[in-house]
């Protein structure tokens, strides 16, 4: 498996450190992680994947709404 770094954006801004097959399944392990995170103050949806992520995995890319039903 390759290691994967997920940025995800929100009103504040993490990484997600995650091993993978490929980008689509590395993204979904990193929003379920992300979704775990108790925040009280974050807003429903609110999230994005940063734009930085195609500038990381030039060769590969992802669709967020199949990570999101794969949750």
């Known amino acids: ?3 994967y770094s997920i940025p995800i954006v929100w009103e504040s801004y993490k990484r997600y450190e995650v091993e993978a097959e490929d980008l689509q ?4 392990k ?9 925040d009280d103050n ?7 994947i940063d734009d930085l992520i ?5 060769e590969e890319s992802f669709d967020i709404h199949k ?3 794969e949750l």
């Open 25 to 28: 399944e590395a993204v979904t």
């Open 54 to 58: 195609s500038e990381d995995y030039q």
């Open 42 to 48: 974050y807003i429903d949806d609110s999230f994005s």
């Open 30 to 38: 990193a929003l379920k992680e992300f979704l775990k995170e108790p």
């Open 1 to 3: 498996m390759k290691q």
């Open 67 to 69: 990570a999101i039903q």
